[in-house]
């Protein structure tokens, strides 16, 4: 399905276009002086190419430009339609760099092209969490890579990949004990009953004909594809001499959710998901799991909760709920293995009656009807009163956490869940923070309560950084939400309100800042605020393309206007 301003069935328009928006934004092609005799068109050099697309700048200085509307000036000055290889031919990196950008980016066509002819358009609205978190297949709405899957082919995008919804079942590993570390429940010795149920015994019997136990051996669940991945690994030294011992599948049958690596219980919408490491690039990253956040993750989900429920605030009018990742196994830490065999278990969202769920980033996105995934809940209730409710359920507990307790989480559209009642906004649930949850060393309210993450994984007992979870300024601290929350998220949601609705979006942006203020006015939090810089002419953003193109000058971050500025 489509984002407001894709044409159906043209994905190299949408990608080119994506794309010529990320250089304009993060300022590696240079953009003309407004030309006062063409209003609404934008014009930008990159090296001796000329382009031109119809256009205008956002909130944050986004670029959004219309469809179709892209040309490149020939040597003999007349204007063309671009062309996506002329584009990425012109940009200023390596030839190695762009050869995997241009890789990635025929790789997005493709997968989008396979999409439109085998998976039928079909009406999003009422399906369950779980189904709609894999159907909502329209990727990355900034990143021109939001399709690339580097490493899988046709055959592995129709197996694994969410859009084709195929069920499998996990292949299942016993790591010799002295080789695998685990975080589980307290009341857990090992991967157990809540995550096998009786497939725990065919897995015993399997690894005592194996000539093991379980006493000496842990169990691991492994993605098929990592499984056929890492044949050819270090891997295949451990089958032989026994530190590793292949069970073959067993258990529930899961499918893929629109993060990939995150798998969901296809016959039990309770039962907690499972991400799994993925030799995958995909976007901008390596779907590997870091050893490094893995381990730390059931105990950074339990310090959360208890901050959460600490909070009369976060359980009540900022009702702020999180799915715990409660256990987690990591194999071959500091090893040649290390990221590549890995598992975190995460609850699954819990409904009361008449509530229903859906990721967030379903807000920008388009129906089969034409429109908006939210359209029938904003004519039920109304424009204006739907998106006030949203900013309170949605926005204000993410930013109360933050100003009041110093923590930050990356609230982008994958990570947010909003649970509704007949489409009223009713609160917002997080998930996904094990990488990306952050504190401040001088910022954080209950500094005793912090997790002693370097008893858990040495990496963390380091000088703070800014690599892990400690951050040392409430400035940098304050980049995470406001980039993935504002810049990258709700941003996405207010352009698609603009386009179908009108939205005066600078309108918009001017309010929230003064009620961002208004809250920390209202609990006694003006001074906390003023120290994350919300009222600084310009916010900090990292520029997702420039680094993944290793531009150099990309460590500082990227400077946008912000307009939440007063």
């Known amino acids: 399905m489509p984002l407001p301003l894709e044409i159906s069935g043209q994905p190299e328009e949408r990608v080119l276009r994506q794309l010529s928006e990320a250089l304009l934004f993060e300022g590696i092609a240079h953009r003309d002086a407004p030309d006062a005799g063409a209003p609404g068109r934008l014009r930008w050099r990159l090296g001796a190419r000329c382009f031109r697309a119809t256009g205008t700048i956002g909130p944050f200085a986004r670029p959004r ?43 997005t066509v493709e997968l ?19 189904a709609l978190d894999a159907a909502l297949d329209e990727g990355h709405p900034y990143h021109p890579c939001f399709k690339a899957r580097t490493g899988f082919t046709l055959d592995d995008h129709r197996l694994y990949g969410p859009e084709a919804a195929r069920p499998f079942r996990l292949e299942w590993l016993a790591i010799r004990r002295d080789a695998v570390a685990l975080a589980l429940p307290e009341a857990d010795a090992d991967v157990g009953r809540r995550e096998l149920g009786d497939a725990l015994d065919v897995l015993n019997a399997r690894l005592r004909e194996a000539g093991h136990s379980p006493e000496t051996h842990a169990l691991l669940p492994v993605h098929p594809w990592q499984w056929h991945y890492l044949q050819s690994s270090p891997l295949a030294l451990w089958l032989a001499d026994g530190r590793a011992v292949a069970l073959g599948p067993a258990g529930a049958c899961y499918r893929a959710s629109q993060s990939l690596r995150t798998l969901h219980d296809c016959d039990d919408p309770a039962a907690a998901s499972v991400k799994l490491a993925l030799h995958v690039v995909s976007t901008s990253s390596l779907r590997t799991l870091d050893p490094h956040f893995v381990l730390t993750a059931p105990a950074l989900s339990r310090w959360l909760a208890a901050v959460v429920a600490g909070d009369p605030l976060l359980r009540g009018r900022y009702r702020l709920d999180l799915l715990p990742e409660y256990a987690a196994v990591l194999a071959d830490r500091d090893g040649p293995l290390r990221g590549e065999l890995a598992a975190i278990w995460r609850e699954s969202p819990r409904l009361a009656p008449g509530e229903a769920a859906v990721p967030f980033n379903a807000l920008t996105a388009v129906e089969p009807d ?26 204000l507990p993410v930013w109360h956490l933050l100003v009041a307790h110093g923590i930050a989480l990356e609230a982008h559209g994958q990570n947010m869940i909003l649970v509704h009642r007949g489409g009223w906004p009713e609160r917002v649930i997080l998930r996904d923070f094990h990488e990306s949850a952050e504190y401040g060393v001088d910022f954080v309210a209950d500094p005793a309560g912090v997790p002693d993450f370097g008893a858990i994984d040495p990496a963390h007992a380091g000088p703070v950084d800014d690599r892990f ?20 998220n709700l941003c996405e949601v207010t352009h698609a309100l603009r386009l ?63 307009p939440l500025c007063p």
Not at 370 to 395: C, K, M, N, Y
């Open 469 to 488: 979870h400690a951050m040392r300024s409430p400035a940098v601290l304050a980049e995470l939400v406001t980039d993935s929350l504002f810049v990258f």
């Open 112 to 130: 989008c092209r396979w999409n439109a002819a085998n998976v039928a358009a079909s009406e999003r609205r009422a399906l369950p969490f779980a």
């Open 370 to 395: 034409g429109a908006p995934f939210a359209a029938p809940w904003i004519a039920r209730h109304g424009l204006d009163a739907w998106l006030d409710r949203l900013v309170e359920v949605a926005v």
């Open 65 to 107: 430009l219309e469809p179709a509307t892209i040309e490149t000036a020939g040597t003999d000055g007349r204007w063309r339609a671009a062309d996506l290889a002329a584009l990425v031919d012109a940009i200023p990196a390596t030839p190695e760099r762009l050869a995997q950008l241009g890789a990635e980016l025929r790789q």
């Open 500 to 562: 179908a609705y009108g939205l005066d979006e600078a309108g918009f942006w001017h309010g929230l800042g003064a009620r961002l203020r208004r809250h920390a006015r209202e609990h006694g939090l003006e001074d906390r605020l003023a120290r994350l810089g919300l009222d600084a002419p310009t916010l900090k953003v990292e520029p997702l393309l420039s680094r993944k193109l290793g531009l150099p000058g990309t460590a500082g971050g990227l400077l946008v206007p912000n």
